[in-house]
């Protein structure tokens, strides 16, 4: 996990973003190295996440934006989709895993060649998406990492505190969110559940490191809601591809598939509940977390009530 500087918040605002930036990287490179690991499970994930929050770091700050050039942008994006076709099948995967004592053995038996298929299809793009990396991911990194520790370095003590940059940034994000959310309904299609949960990550991603300078702990329990709203929409939209992938197969995954049904009906109930009156709730909760953030303003000499001076006594 990222590791933040202790005076993160109070550093100037590019050099604190550029901090921020180079945790990821530092996560992003650990976890590439992991993946050529056949056991390590957790490697594709951990790469995937460190990607994320590096591009919607470099996204949301315009001092690092401006900075590095779009083909890098590019590349990044790019890499971070080089990954989508592995991990959709390892997750699918993991559903059958998780569900497979629903089943009975002659339905499990049904599912075993689907389910050999998709164990297959997840070797073979991880395969792919490794040689992509390791033809890729070492050139880009040392070229980001160049860009971010000069500008970083560049970065002038005249600017206003991160805090302040991070909290305005905070709060545009959360409004976007906030917009997503209310147009949900049972019959938004999957481009519009993906991007929802897309705008959730991010607001998840960038308070993270700020979370730390919330008084009281505050931050925590924000990040873990926005983190709960993410895995609600990622599981509606998971449901969808692997719906998808169980239409091709006709009658012996049936039951498989009444099954998701079923689970794609419940999440839509606890997001209704969740964001029918708490959508702008979260916002607001958000928007107090910002407001925590931003430095206290001082009252300027000026305008400050004058000491009282102590009457002297005038003798009689």
Wanted: charged share 30%; hydrophobic share 45%; net charge positive.
């Amino acid at each position: 996990m990222a590791a933040f500087p202790a005076d993160l918040l109070d550093r100037p605002a590019v050099q604190g973003a550029c901090a921020v930036a180079l945790a990821y990287l530092d996560d992003a490179t650990a976890a590439a190295l992991r993946l050529g690991d056949g056991s390590d499970r957790e490697a594709l994930h951990a790469f995937r996440v460190a990607i994320r929050r590096l591009r919607v770091t470099v996204r949301a700050y315009p001092g690092i934006h401006d900075s590095v050039p779009k083909k890098q942008r590019r590349r990044l994006r790019k890499l971070a989709r080089a990954t989508n076709a592995a991990r959709d099948a390892e997750v699918q995967i993991e559903w059958f895993n998780e569900h497979s004592a629903r089943f009975t053995a002659a339905q499990r038996a049904a599912l075993a060649p689907f389910r050999a298929r998709l164990r297959a299809r997840r070797r073979a793009e991880l395969a792919q998406a490794q040689q992509k990396l390791q033809g890729c991911f070492g050139g880009l990194e040392r070229k980001l990492r160049r860009r971010v520790l000069a500008l970083q370095s560049d970065g002038g003590l005249h600017e206003a505190p991160f805090r302040s940059v991070a909290a305005a940034t905070l709060v545009q994000y959360a409004g976007e969110l906030d917009a997503h959310l209310a147009a949900v309904t049972r019959s938004t299609n999957a481009g519009q559940l993906h991007a929802t949960r897309i705008a959730a990550k991010r607001v998840r991603y960038l308070l993270e490191p700020l979370a730390p300078g919330l008084p009281d702990g505050g931050g925590a329990p924000l990040v873990e809601r926005l983190k709960r709203l993410q895995d609600l929409f990622g599981a509606l939209t998971d449901a969808h591809e692997l719906e998808v992938a169980l239409e091709s197969e006709g009658v012996a995954v049936a039951i498989a598939a009444g099954v998701l049904r079923a689970e794609v009906s419940a999440s839509f109930d606890e997001l209704r509940e969740r964001s029918s009156a708490k959508g702008s709730r979260l916002k607001r909760d958000v928007e107090a977390a910002a407001r925590r953030l931003r430095p206290v303003a001082k009252t300027p000499r000026s305008l400050q009530q004058p000491a009282r001076r102590r009457r002297r006594s005038v003798p009689a």
